[in-house]
Structures are given as structure tokens and as C-alpha cells.
């Protein structure tokens, strides 16, 4: 059994920042990508950034250069660095591994980030 434990998101302002973790535990002998997906009401879900082994970075056009992801191998870690926030980043944002040996994706069960005055 694969486990990721999500830690962040809330309330903040426009322009405000938050940071997300999620940490991945359980029967893992090798994760190969990292990231995390959003999704908003009405919306389908999207894949806001993503991080390889090696730490090769990738992100959505609506959130580069302002959010930063990046991960810690040894703890099996991935944090979201989210700044700049604006209300339309408003969504449910999960987790996700993709792990090898044998292979498979997971994801979190997704913590609430909202952008409101």
C-alpha cells in the first residue's frame, strides 16, 4: 500500500502565498515523478507542476513563475512553493507519485487552497 499525507492549503488573500507538502510512505522502493494536480468546481482537473527524479521541473502556463515545486528524495517528499496567488487558482489540490517496481500512480486525497478578500 502506497500512502501520501498532504499538508497545507487554507485561506489566504489575493497576491497572498501558501506552501504545500505531501509526503509518500508505504511500500515504495522508487518514486519517479512528483507533482501536483488542482481541481476546481466545474472544472476538469489539471496538472499544475511536476518534478522528476533528477529534479527536472515542469508547470501549467497559468502558474509559471509563480509557483515552485520541488521535492526531497530522501524523505519521499514533494512540496508546492504557491505565490502571486490569485482567486482563480481557487481548487482542491492533490498529491500525485508516479513510483516504479512495480509501477503505478497515486495520488492524495487533496487539501482546499481558496484566494478570497
Known amino acids: 500500500q502506497v500512502q501520501l499525507v498532504e499538508s497545507g492549503g487554507g485561506l489566504v488573500q489575493p497576491g497572498g502565498s501558501l506552501s504545500l507538502s505531501c509526503a509518500a510512505s508505504g511500500s515504495i522502493f522508487y518514486i519517479d515523478a512528483m507533482g501536483w494536480y488542482r481541481q476546481a468546481p466545474g472544472k476538469q482537473r489539471e496538472l499544475v507542476a511536476s518534478?522528476?527524479?533528477?529534479?527536472?521541473?515542469s508547470y501549467a502556463d497559468s502558474v509559471k513563475g509563480r509557483f515552485t515545486i520541488s521535492r526531497d528524495n530522501a524523505k519521499k517528499t514533494v512540496y508546492l512553493q504557491m505565490n502571486g496567488l490569485k482567486p482563480e487558482d481557487t481548487a482542491v489540490y492533490s498529491c500525485?507519485?508516479?513510483?516504479?517496481?512495480?509501477?503505478?500512480?497515486?495520488w492524495g486525497q487533496g487539501t482546499q487552497v481558496t484566494v478570497s478578500s
Open positions: 500525485w507519485i508516479r513510483k516504479g517496481y512495480p509501477s503505478g500512480d497515486y
Open positions: 518534478i522528476t527524479t533528477g529534479g527536472s521541473t
